[in-house]
Every structure is written in C-alpha cells, then in structure tokens.
C-alpha cells in the first residue's frame, strides 16, 4: 500500500528547496513546464520561451559575476541542460560573457 502522505511530504521536500519557488510567483503561465523545482519541458510559443529564460534570468542577482561552472553549477538545480540555458541567457542579454573568459555577470 502506497502511504500518499509520506509520498507528498518526499515531494514538498525536492521542491522546497528549488530555487525557481520564490520567482514562479511572478510566471504562472510557467506552471505548466514546472515539475517537482525543475523545468520539464520548455514552451513553444515564443513568447512564453522569453518569459522562462526571463525568469531563469532572476537566478542571478544584478552586478552578481560568476565563472562559468558556477553559472552552470546554479542552472543545473533547475534545467537538464544548463550549458543550453547559460548561452540563451547570454543570447538575450540576461547575463553577459566577457570576451574570451569565462566571467559571466548579470548586467
């Protein structure tokens, strides 16, 4: 017999600790490509496209410089592709590479 209370309380428990729980609060039109803290799949409308990697964006703080395994280290908590994820920030100017390194900083 499955105890679906201690079942619930495993699940709370993963995504307690995501990182994208304070900021979905502003994207719930995102719900939908959430799972359990973690992107599960990404939207096709490119409008809800920009809006994820807006809100992957927030992970960062302003000013915040990074090398790039800890960019990936960060996006890896909440995307099964976080090297995919780190260039479509740079892409959209969400976060920015300086030329020949690999310091990031969200701008």
Known sequence: ???????????????????????????????????????????????????????????FSTGETMIESEVNARLATVHDDPAEARRALVDRGLLARAPGSGIYVRP
């Open 1 to 59: 017999m499955v105890d679906h209370d201690l079942l619930d309380r495993v699940v709370d428990g993963w995504t307690a600790d995501s990182p994208l729980n304070p900021i979905m609060v502003d994207h719930p039109r995102l719900r939908s490509f959430v799972q359990w803290g973690r992107i599960t799949r990404m939207p096709t409308e490119r409008a809800l496209i920009d809006e994820l990697y807006a809100m992957l964006g927030q992970l």
